[in-house]
Every structure is written in structure tokens, then in C-alpha cells.
Nanobody, 120 residues
Framework: QVELQESGPGLVKPSQTLSLTCTVS??????????WSWIRQPPGKGLEWMGA???????YYSPHLKSRASISRDTSKNQFTLQLSSVTPEDTAVYYC????????????RGQGTQVTVSS
């Protein structure tokens, strides 16, 4: 059974960089051929795919984020991390990490989600 758990600050100030970590248990994140993704859901809106890092370490991002997003991993800790720079209140959302087989909103495992609010 794969489990994912998001962690990070619940409150971030505008213009700062948001950093979230997903800790994975039940299997290594280097297992072929999975995508480890970040998705989010702003209040009152639908899910948005943000980006992913694959089991081989390749990264993919949503063009909508315009290079503000960066995803990295620490295989020794079985974790992957999202950094989102220059945040605004529009980045307020529940953030989820997921495991999937593609760079989209589909997934077979998902974390419980973590609320992030961008406010001064």
C-alpha cells in the first residue's frame, strides 16, 4: 500500500516562495514508470495539475505556472518537493501530491492534502 503525506507551511506571504514536501511510503519513488505530481484545488474551483517528477527524475510543468514551479526529489528520504515562487493570493489552495502514470490529473494514490493560504 502506497501512502503519500504532504507537509509544509499553512500560511505564506505574497511574493515569497512556497515549499511543500511529499513523503512517500510503501515503495520507492524510483520505481518505474510512475509520475509523482503536485495538483491543487483553489477554493470554489476545480483541480489543477501543476507538475510532476518521474521515477527517472525528469520533470514536467504546467505552462500556466510560467516557470514559477520547481519540483525536486530526495531519493534517500523517498520525498519529492514543490517550490512555487512569487506567490499571490491566487495561489491559495489545497495542495495534493499524487502518484500516476502520466502528467495529468489522473492518479492511483493521493495524499490527504494540505491547505496553503497566501496572505500578508
Amino acid at each position: 500500500q502506497v501512502e503519500l503525506q504532504e507537509s509544509g507551511p499553512g500560511l505564506v506571504k505574497p511574493s515569497q516562495t512556497l515549499s511543500l514536501t511529499c513523503t512517500v511510503s510503501g515503495g520507492p519513488i524510483t520505481t518505474n514508470y510512475y509520475y509523482w505530481s503536485w495538483i491543487r484545488q483553489p477554493p470554489g474551483k476545480g483541480l489543477e495539475w501543476m507538475g510532476a517528477i518521474t521515477s527517472s527524475g525528469s520533470t514536467y510543468y504546467s505552462p500556466h505556472l510560467k516557470s514559477r514551479a520547481s519540483i525536486s526529489r530526495d531519493t534517500s528520504k523517498n520525498q519529492f518537493t514543490l517550490q512555487l515562487s512569487s506567490v499571490t493570493p491566487e495561489d491559495t489552495a489545497v495542495y495534493y501530491c499524487t502518484r500516476s502514470t502520466g502528467s495529468d490529473l489522473s492518479y492511483d494514490y493521493r495524499g490527504q492534502g494540505t491547505q496553503v493560504t497566501v496572505s500578508s
